[in-house]
């Protein structure tokens, strides 16, 4: 069974133009996470899917930051316009439950120059 | 407010020794799920264990074990007899458990570096 996949692994954008991230889910896995690690610091919970509605966005940092999940599959997390502290690794997590574990992709690297 | 610490940043150890990585956390929640999770060099975050907050039982998988003591609030991993493979940033996490509340907050990592 494959994992959760991300893409692009890494994108490096000047200052002000715009991004966006992909992440695939396990096959079947209806929660869908976004995650955010800024260098040095935690890796902090951006917002939350249930199929294809949002059930927790308190995580997002602003209105710079838009993720969409039509149909409830694959979800994007574009930023517009990105500015340097939006720079960090951007993960992406699926589990089938709530309550289930969540797995984890490999992340997109973001570089903001 | 949930929290995690994980006080230490960086460890170093020689392969074959033993080592501890600390977690203590904080939280409101009666019920609630803990987690290792480990970051090797290719990046993904790979899922080690998820202990359920009324589950005290020591865990032990191969050269890894768990303590988890709800007295002390910690949830702490120790490795057995490492080996250079174990070289990773590994953190720990918490969510609540029972709600649809389930997002992770997790610790800053700690970097483990087995020399041979």
Redesign the interface.
């Known amino acids: 069974e494959a994992g959760v996949t991300q893409f692009p692994s890494h994108s490096v954008i000047e200052k002000g133009q715009t991004v966006t991230l992909r992440c695939d889910p396990i096959s079947g896995h209806d929660?869908l996470?976004w995650?955010r690690r800024v260098m040095?610091?935690?890796?902090?919970?951006l917002l939350?899917f249930v199929k294809e509605s949002k059930?927790?966005e308190?995580?997002m940092p602003n209105n710079r930051f838009l993720a969409e999940r039509t149909g409830g599959t694959y979800s994007t997390l574009k930023v517009q316009p990105a500015e340097l502290e939006d720079s960090g690794?951007y993960?992406c997590?699926s589990?089938q439950d709530?309550?289930d574990?969540?797995?984890?992709?490999?992340?997109t690297?973001l570089t903001v120059l | 407010a949930q929290k995690?610490t994980q006080a230490q940043t960086e460890i170093s150890v020689v392969e074959k020794e033993d080592v501890t990585l600390d977690c203590v956390y904080e939280t409101r929640d009666t019920t609630y799920y803990l987690?290792w999770?480990k970051q090797p060099p290719?990046?993904?975050?790979?899922?080690l264990i998820?202990r359920n907050s009324f589950d005290e039982q020591n865990e032990i998988s191969g050269r890894y074990s768990w303590n988890f003591q709800k007295s002390t609030s910690s949830f702490n991993f120790t490795i057995t007899a490492s080996q250079v493979v174990d070289s990773a940033v590994y953190?720990c996490?918490l969510s609540e458990?029972?709600?649809?509340?389930?997002?992770?907050?997790?610790?800053?990592?700690i970097t483990l570096s087995v020399r041979p």
């Open positions: 929660n996470y995650y040095g610091k935690e890796i902090k919970f939350h059930q927790d308190s995580g690794v993960f997590a589990s709530p309550r574990t969540q797995y984890f992709g490999p992340g690297r | 995690v987690f999770y290719s990046g993904e975050l790979v899922f998820r953190f996490a458990a029972g709600g649809a509340n389930s997002k992770l907050t997790f610790g800053k990592g």
